[in-house]
């Protein structure tokens, strides 16, 4: 919006040049979407305790949660709002880039709110069935997927995607896998990031570091003259996907305010599923598939150790007729504190990887 409002004035008046510059309005997106967590939130905290809106606690995990039962969830809401508000404001709004990746946190945003309330106000236990959710996350990939080959955003055919740490190699996939494989990414990305909210601040603090990442990628790809130095697939619209993402990193950050141990708030699936959502869609567009799971590499380990568990016990069950566990309970971050870390240094440890993951990531621009 101010982009749309000041940008055309730079002639005449020269301090409004500074809205044609991507950077200064990310600065904006980044400054106003914390404040904008940080004022809303402690009435959205009250709003939510009225609905009485608590967490349910899992009596069978670590002894030390039960303590937070009760405590408001649905904060995720707050989240999407910091997010969509600052985007509105700062960013390029009729750029195709930007309204997808609006899109698509609502519409992920949604599917959460709607399992969180099912789940907490209306005491449905089992909330939005699974296969509801799958449902709700393949269509967006179904959708998006078909838009980007009827309506490319670029040059780059839409089935590209990059491989990290090679810079003249790419996959290009079959029309009929491209779609899938976006299905695939991000239901995955959502449910990632949806098993690793389960400690105070742990999701939030990685998806703050994640979403600005990959703000400073889309600002990278967007440019011809670093794309080009770095070998990268020059995308000329994606610098204003840096405006979203940044958004989202400094929304993450104004909530962490709330959600850092002890928690006053969590995000639940209205938070976790957006944000894994969206930021699965923001490496489609950038056709970072792989280097998603770089930069996500915490969330990675977290949907990989579920998923080792479920396998490892269902398989020792049918052979020898009681199931074991590869962990001592999944996901990995309770795995730890049963083993007696305590849960704050395991947010902060978990916090260390996602950056030392990140930095990973940054390392794959130069080693190629």
């Known amino acids: 919006m101010l982009y749309h409002l000041f940008a055309p004035l730079s002639q005449e008046f020269i301090l409004f040049n500074l809205f044609r510059f991507q950077t200064f309005r990310a600065a ?7 404040l904008v967590a940080f004022y809303l939130g402690p009435p959205v905290i009250r709003r ?45 709004l009729t750029n195709p880039y930007t309204i997808t990746a609006l899109l698509v946190i609502l519409w992920m945003g949604g599917i959460g709110f709607l399992d969180d309330y099912l789940k907490i106000v ?76 389960g400690l105070d601040g742990l999701a939030a603090g990685l998806s703050a570091v994640a979403a600005a990442t990959f703000g400073v990628f889309a600002y990278l790809f967007g ?58 869609v923001v490496a489609v567009l950038l056709k970072a598939e792989f280097l998603l799971a770089i930069i996500g590499g915490v969330f990675v380990a977290e949907a990989l150790s579920v998923i080792a568990q479920s396998m490892y016990f269902k398989y020792t069950k049918r052979r020898t007729g009681a199931g074991r566990r590869v962990f001592r309970m999944a996901p990995l971050h309770h795995h730890f504190e049963q083993i007696g870390w305590h849960e704050s240094k395991v947010i902060i440890r978990f916090w260390i990887l996602g950056i030392v993951f990140a930095l990973i990531s940054f390392a794959t621009l130069k080693i190629r």
């Open 28 to 34: 904006g997106a980044v400054v106003t979407a914390f």
């Open 48 to 92: 939510l305790r009225l609905l009485k809106a608590g967490q349910v606690v899992r009596t069978d995990g670590p002894q030390t949660h039960l303590g937070k039962s009760g405590t408001p969830t649905m904060g995720g809401v707050l989240i999407v709002l910091a997010t969509v508000i600052p985007t509105l404001l700062w960013a390029e």
């Open 122 to 197: 209306r005491k449905k236990s089992e909330g939005l069935r699974g296969r509801f959710k799958l449902v709700g996350q393949g269509l967006v990939g179904l959708v998006l997927g078909i838009v980007l080959i009827l309506v490319p955003f670029s040059d780059i055919p839409a089935t590209w995607t990059q491989i990290p740490f090679f810079k003249s190699w790419h996959i290009n996939f079959l029309p009929w896998v491209f779609v899938p494989w976006v299905m695939i990414v991000i239901a995955g990305g959502s449910n990632a990031v949806n098993l690793t909210d």
């Open 223 to 280: 440019r011809v003259d670093t794309s080009g130095y770095l070998n990268l697939f020059y995308l000329p619209d994606a610098g204003e996907l840096a405006i979203f993402c940044v958004a989202l990193s400094g929304a993450c950050m104004g909530f962490l305010w709330f959600n850092a141990y002890p928690a006053e708030v969590f995000m639940g699936d209205t938070g976790s599923l957006a944000i894994g959502g969206v930021l699965a």
